[in-house]
């Protein structure tokens, strides 16, 4: 069970990075197209670590069954 609070702990910490980048992005924070570009990249890689947490997550419940 140790193992699902860690890694709920650590999709929590990057939906909240995340969602610090979304507002960055929608507050047109951004300087320039570069910095856009990036921030853009930054929520897209959250995404992404956070689906493959999620998959690791419901493949650990199955194994459990």
């Given amino acids: ?3 699902y609070k860690t ?3 650590v999709a929590k910490e ?5 969602n610090t980048y979304e507002d960055a992005v ?3 924070s951004a300087k ?3 910095e856009y570009k ?5 929520i897209q890689g959250l995404t992404n670590a956070e689906q493959i947490i999620n998959d690791l997550v419901q493949k650990m419940e ?3 069954d």
């Fill in 62 to 64: 199955k194994s459990d």
């Fill in 14 to 18: 990057i939906v909240h990075q995340r």
């Fill in 1 to 3: 069970m140790n193992d």
């Fill in 7 to 9: 890694l709920a702990y």
């Fill in 38 to 42: 990036n921030l853009c990249g930054l």
């Fill in 26 to 28: 929608q507050r047109g």
């Fill in 32 to 34: 320039d197209y570069a």
